[in-house]
């Protein structure tokens, strides 16, 4: 595939990825297991906490497949800047001798 | 390694040279790195020294290997960078080097000479051919338009000539136009017109057309781009004119025949030549590439030989010449312990020259204060250049650096606590501690990543030590987390909640008494996670940040007096023992350091019955200096606020005693060593016969300059003046210390609470950062909110660098590096030395870089 991204874009990539991939993973399994520390983040009202508890399980597993599903596209972009580094790399000893 | 605790023993020396064996012992000396020399001639200036003859030589070759430096540059070649290190060559191969360098310095100059005058000559043929080829397409132009203007207007100037004869520079008939055709610089061309139009009042006839190629500069190499132009004008007059305006406006003219088929036959002309041109060309740039990658190969190489022959040299220049010239004598600072490796090298480069007369070094006695010299590896030196960018340590006195180590990772973690930074900060300085040889290797330029490089090890350790505060504060991102279970519990049902608080209405309030769940004790590690869901929680770990930074704070500076102690014991100032650090040491603990104790008494000895009714420490810090207690005991019923509350029953009498004990020590520190020094100057001065006074006062003055740096002062009078004690000055001085530490206990107890308002900024800060980025990233209950988290990440992610981890990081560095320098440094810290600069090879050329 074709060079698009500079050393300095696709480290960054990297390390974004790489940091993306850890902590939407782990956040995902504390929203599967309902955290309580994540209670303010999830979207769910006042009143429909004390009266729906059913809404607040289903909000709490949804927010834990996006998690993991964004973590998925952290992996595809982790792919990419891989790809896009490696690319960045290999050519350098030919140019320098 | 030597200890950090202390800089090295120095020594000054005494070295004698022998005249043949002067260069390599020097060389040798140089690849140590671990003497300094002194200059023995200092009135001398820089061009009547012994070597200047060989310094010039130097200076030239520099010169020539600048020269070949740009010109390997110019051509884009690689220049090898093999990383070896030469030793420095024999004098004699100096000549050898000068020769080679002559030789390719000419070589490229006849290059650069010969394929200058190559390009001019293609440039002006390439710009003959373009004028031709472009004058054709006017004639032609001419030509096909000629035919109708001729028929509606047969008083035109141009066309009937054209059309005719065609056109013609020498015409005699007025009829007849002369043309001149040339090549100008592009941007020249509207300011060229106008003066042509002015000049010759619109008689002229300018065409131009561009050159669409660039051309080539000789001289610059540059690419410029160019024009051509034809004017067509009537009469010699306004040739000359023409002409003339085209010479100021730098236009090459070149030589045009009237005829198409001349016009032919020279440009079939032009196309050869130019193609021999090229060729010929073609082989002087490969002469020259085959020239300058050879120089590339070995042209790092020479650099590091010629500067270490210069260097040499200059060193020789601050050497004294023998009376009978046989030999030089040098005078050089170095450590004792180092003086056998430095004899060892001095005798190889003996043996390497051949000499027969060994090289001597003699350790001198003298007045003058040696330099400071600390060995650091390169865990140690950014620390050691944290201590020293404040001020270079006195000679042999208490160096914080090896303290700095730990409390400063340490005092920074505690203002940027968070688990979450904290990983991040490690995992970055872990990657450049990893990979610090491959890093060190690349030479990467830039003066922030430099800084950033040094300070790895530092770096590494604050994102550890912030892990662990992190920990203690249960903060990752704002979040905590529960390992062992928090240990509050909400057993009462939600009625319970309300019906404790009736007025609270919906909020539920826990009560330590009936939620905490304290059978398997406290939380072990860290604050409790249920207090970050509290809201109360800011005004709960204020009040442990707050305490916590009083106890650092205290026990820093009471480290820092401890250390003053044995730089006094150190240096035999046994009298600043007594009237300096005790009472120190007492008014310290007195005030600041009985507040600790109580801190810890209020920590422990409450327990949650009692809690709410327990004394205040700051009113009561405040009280204990107004001695003001309560009277009668206290009995809360009537309304008496329990913070006046005592906290044991002796309270009063044991306050008032710290508070009158710490004041007796200011008289302390202020009057006893002064008057001490006055009797001791008395009784030197009574014991000693008068016809002695020059003897005596040296040994009065004796004490006096050691025991405190204003001794300058106290010389200034004189032998004559031996008999007077500057009463005043010693006064003033032990007052203005005095007054210094006893108010700086006090602001610099309350500059420690930087560690709480900081710890509180940061945490505030990553808070705010959730709240507004991530948790709006979760608003969408769908999976539409998963482009929404994959992009909010993202910048949540590098806000979290920039801000939370860079500029807090930042803000916390200087504020950790305050406290060090001004907190705990002044404590004990002189700083007053100047630093061991040694004539060594390798921190010259890592120096280098930067001058160039």
Redesign the interface.
Known sequence: MKRFCGPTLSTCGII?SV??II??AIMGALFHVRS?????????SEEDFALHPDLVDS?YK??A???W??AG??VLLLALSAQQMWLNIKPKPYI?? | MGSLFRSQEMTLCQLFLQSEAAYACVSELGELGLVQFRDLNPDVNAFQRKFVNEIRRCDEMERILRFLDKEVRKDGIPILETGENPEAPQPREMIDLEATFEKLENEMREINANSEALKRNYLELTELKHILRKTQNFFDEMQHDSNPIRQDEDANLLQPSLSAEGPSEVHASSLKLGFVAGVILRERIPAFERMLWRVCRGNVFLRHTEIESPLEDPHTGNEVFKSVFIIFFQGDQLKNRVRKICEAFRATLYPCPETPTERREMAFGVMTRIEDLTTVLGQTQDHRHRVLVAAAKNINIWFLKVHKIKAIYHTLNLFNLDVTQKCLIGECWCPVVDLDRIRLSLRRGTELSGAAVPSILNRMDTAEVPPTYNKTNKFTSAYQNIVDAYGVANYREVNPAPFTVITFPFLFAVMFGDLGHGLVMAFLALFLVWKENWIMSRKIEGEIFGTIFGGRYIIFLMGLFSIYTGIIYNDVFSKSINIFGSRWTANRSVYDFQHHHPKEGDAFQMDPILDYRNTSGPYPFGIDPAWMLADNKISFINSFKMKMSVILGVMQMMFGIVLSCFNHVFFGRMINVFCEFIPQVLFLACLFGYLVVLIFYKWVNFTAYESGCAPSLLIGLINMFLFKYQDNPPNNKDGTPCLLNQFYSAQKSFQSFLVLLALFCVPWMLCIKPFIMYRRWKAAHNSVPLHNVVDENGHAEGPVKADHAHGGGHDDHGGGNGDHFDTGNVIIYQAIHTIEFCLGIISNTASYLRLWALSLAHAQLSEVLWTMVMKFSFSINGWGGIPLLFFLFMAWAGLTLAILVAMEGMSAFLHALRLHWVEFQNKFYGGQGYPFQPFSFSSMLDAKPADD
Do not use: T
């Not at chain 1, 309580?36 to 769910?44: G, K």
């Open positions: 974004m940091w993306g902590q939407l309580v520390n994540l209670v303010e983040d999830v979207s769910v909000a949804q927010q497949y996006n998690c599903v964004c596209i952290y320098a001798a």
